[in-house]
């Protein structure tokens, strides 16, 4: 077994303060504003907070950015030149938890789908994710329920779990995590005291919600069922949902220029905005709030696992928290799952029961 | 690292037609020699074509690809992007990415068979390319009939063409337009294209493919009555034209439900337009 290694509070805020000095490093890690926790890029003069259960944003800027330039170009009076966009830039993103980095297989799929969008690919392979197993959880958790865990290591290279008030066991899940810590050995501790009252939460504490087999199987045969426009009357297409969502990936090109020069951007988009698709003749396929939403979970747990095997959802509940109108993901989802069950049900002749 | 796939070529407008008082084509050439000699495509392929400064639309390759050295484009003036290719002359550049997205197996499964075209209004843009495609090598298939149905006579694109296949006897052609569409001097059908078709004679069999496209009601409504006809639903051909902004499978708005437009269509057969949800 190879020896354990620690790192405290302070190492932590050392070690991110010395790379924000460092030249081509970009740093993420949580930030608190007006008493809400936000994944921030970092500068010198922001200070990380430990006092957060989880950040009302996810990870995913840090590797998808909300705003991103993909190419610039100068327009002389008879020529167009383009130069590409250089992506070296080291990235360190610390406090997200399992649920966060695992997203980040999943937008993998569909990033290296076919055609490889570097801009993440690239992203992500100049990364180190530091992620903080969780130590509490709320109403609008379900990372079990999707066979993730509150303690789980996919898409980290480094898992930070609390030891003590003030300190962290580090595990390296990746070699990339491992070569970290042992490139940047002076941060770590080899020994901590180890307080009794950590772990505070293991995968039994957070209950399962609903059977996610059975809101796919759900999903395929009830495209046209009234359910869905119930269970979404609420929504205003606010895409606030969409926006918080770390596996949320979808976005729209545009240029920004001027005259003589401009910029071409990948920008954040969500299905859930009215204009998404809608159809230069005026005509929507998606017009609708609930057709809309509908477009959102049926993506998640049913078209993503057709493409690419895997649910595009990790139960980390931001949907929930952040909705303006009190929709809650994992009831629309248990709702979905039940009437499957009850579907089953009654459609077992009579003879059979 | 990997290229850039939002990168486009660049190309000079070497001709603009106007096709209707807001429908434009616009033909394209490769600024780049090497460009131009690696570049192919097939029929019913599409791009994303860059007025740079406004940004990047969607439209079909509607020139065939059996003539080479250019690609043609057809758009209707909308919004930012179109308004500002619209304002560009010959000789300006513009980007393409592409060709994205599967295309009509015209040289395998349309051979030796009798081909009909149908479609409205702008759809006849990339039914135009396919056309072409099968005209260029017209031996190789039966008979040729075109369907085509707009709003208004003043709605007609590609009207040279349209009196180019007229006189052509290997070519079937029925114009039609939308009733209180016509003009005094209008000499062709009135009415809508799935009425108009079903009451042309037109007959299908196993033997004949018939490629569909317009705007979504109309291809819905044409569908049905192909089969009638007698089309078998795996012979009828469609584009899908939803919204897009990547081409590539990423940008997330242009599936109907698993079926990702721009990387699994945008051509899709009756057959399996069926399977999919009816949201398109």
Known sequence: ????????????????????????????????????????????????????????????????????????????????????????????????????????????????????????????????????????????????????????????????????????????????????????????????????????????????????????????????????????????????????????????????????????????????????????????????????????????????????????????????????????????????SDAYTSQMESSVPASSK | MEENIYLPYLMRISDIIDETYDTRTLRLEFVSDEDKKNFSFKAGQFGLYSAFSAGESTFCISSPPTRKDYIECTFRVIGRVTKALRNLNIGDTIGFRGPYGNFFPVSDEFKGKNVLFVAGGIGLAPVRCVIWNVLDLRDDFKDVTILYGARSVADLVYKRELTEWEKRKDVKLIRTVDPGGETPEWDGKIGFVPTVLEESGIKGNANSVAVVCGPPIMIKLTIPVLKKLGFLPDKIYTTLENKMKCGLGKCGRCNVGNFYVCKHGPVITAEKLETLPAEY
Not at chain 1, 102 to 130: C, H, Q, T, V
Not at chain 1, 160 to 174: C, S
Request: charged residues 25%.
């Open chain 1, 1 to 336: 077994m190879t020896k354990e290694i620690f790192i405290t509070q302070k190492g932590i805020k050392d070690l991110l303060n010395d790379f924000l000095i460092k030249e081509n490093t970009e740093v993420f890690g949580p930030v608190m504003k007006d008493g809400l926790s936000y994944i921030s890029k970092l500068t010198p003069q922001t200070e990380i907070t430990f006092d957060y259960f989880i950040t009302v944003n996810s990870i995913k800027e840090a590797l998808f950015p909300r705003y991103e330039p993909i190419l610039r170009y100068n327009i002389s009076k008879d020529n167009i030149n383009i130069t590409d966009i250089e992506l070296d830039k080291k990235i360190i993103v610390f406090g997200g938890h399992p649920c966060d980095a695992a997203s980040i297989p999943l937008m993998d799929k569909l990033f290296g789908w076919d055609y490889k969008d570097r801009f993440y690919l690239e992203r992500e392979k100049n990364s180190i994710i530091i992620t903080l197993a969780c130590e509490e959880f709320d109403k609008n958790c379900f990372c079990t329920t999707l066979g993730y865990s509150p303690r789980g290591e996919i898409g980290s290279d480094i898992l930070l779990e609390r030891v003590n008030d003030e300190t962290f066991r580090a595990k390296a899940v990746t070699e990339k995590g491992g070569k970290f810590i042992e490139e940047n050995k002076s941060y770590f501790t080899p020994q901590a005291n180890i307080d009794k009252k950590y772990p505070k939460i293991t995968d039994k504490d957070i209950p399962i919600k609903f059977n996610k087999d059975n809101v796919k199987k759900w999903i395929e045969k009830n495209f046209e069922d009234p359910l869905w426009e119930k269970l979404t009357s609420n929504c205003v297409s606010c895409a606030a949902c969409t926006f918080a969502c770390p596996t949320c990936h979808c976005f729209d090109i545009t240029d920004d220029a001027g005259m003589w020069k401009g910029i071409r951007t990948k920008n954040w988009d969500a299905c859930t905005l009215p204009v998404f698709t809608l159809h230069a003749s005026g005509y929507n396929p998606r017009e609708f709030y609930w057709q809309r939403y509908r477009q959102r979970i049926s993506h998640k747990y049913s078209y993503y696992v057709d493409l690419f095997s895997a649910i595009s959802c990790t139960g980390c509940g931001r949907c929930s928290r952040v909705c303006g109108v009190g929709m809650n993901i994992s009831e629309i989802l248990k709702t979905i």
